[in-house]
């Protein structure tokens, strides 16, 4: 599984819309927007506060592995 279909499967998950994962890491609706199309990939601050909102691991979000 890639990292946008992760992300989104999480953030479903939590029950949240784009724009309320959004807020809550403190950037705009779009840019996350484009890291579920996969147009862009988080820098690694973004990615720490990804796995934090979502009580995962790094490397689950990068599909390093299948332990959240």
């Given at each position: 599984?890639?990292f946008?279909?992760?992300?989104?499967?999480?953030?479903?998950?939590?029950?949240?819309?784009?724009?309320?994962?959004?807020?809550?890491?403190?950037?705009?609706?779009?840019?996350?927007?484009?890291?579920?199309?996969?147009?862009?990939?988080?820098?690694f601050?973004?990615?720490?506060a990804?796995?934090?909102?979502?009580?995962?691991?790094?490397?689950?979000?990068?599909?390093?592995?299948?332990?959240?």
């Amino acid at each position: 599984m890639e990292f946008q279909e992760r992300l989104r499967t999480l953030r479903k998950e939590a029950g949240e819309t784009q724009v309320q994962t959004a807020a809550a890491l403190g950037i705009a609706s779009r840019h996350y927007q484009k890291f579920e199309a996969g147009a862009n990939l988080p820098s690694f601050e973004n990615l720490w506060a990804l796995a934090d909102h979502f009580g995962v691991s790094v490397d689950y979000l990068m599909g390093r592995t299948d332990q959240r």
